[in-house]
């Protein structure tokens, strides 16, 4: 069971990236699938989830109308589509899956991790 980030790198301010998580080893539409970030010195924030139920998206205030959450069921694989990049959006992004309703309401009972991929926003 595996989840591998792709896509991050250097981008300058205004700039977009797609990052990829995908899954080998079980099925990513039979668990929600969320984003989070970790900037140095801070804390591991949730950015954005997609939900196993109803599809539905959830994100953090800031990122919403930047960031896109979006699932390929047939490349077993979730992307997160970051517009409009700010400096402010450097950090190291994971993705998780776990149960949708904890996982998306409250960013808890993350069963999977990826090993994370780093994201910088710099002129």
């Known amino acids: 069971v595996q989840l591998v980030e792709s896509g991050g790198g250097l981008v300058q301010p205004g700039g977009s990236l797609r990052l990829s998580c995908a899954a080998s080893?079980?099925?990513?539409?039979?668990?929600?699938i969320a984003w989070f970030r970790q900037a140095p010195g801070k804390e591991r924030e949730g950015v954005s989830c997609?939900?196993?139920?109803?599809?539905?998206?959830y994100y953090a205030d800031s990122v919403m109308g930047r960031f896109t959450i979006s699932r390929d069921n047939a490349k077993n694989t979730v992307y997160l589509h970051m517009n409009r990049l700010e400096p402010e959006d450097t950090a190291v992004y994971y993705c998780a899956a776990g149960p949708s309703g904890p996982l998306c309401y409250r960013h808890v009972g993350v069963e999977y991790w990826g090993q994370g991929i780093q994201v910088t926003v710099s002129s």
């Open positions: 080893g079980f099925t990513l539409n039979d668990y929600g």
């Open positions: 997609i939900s196993s139920m109803d599809g539905g998206t």
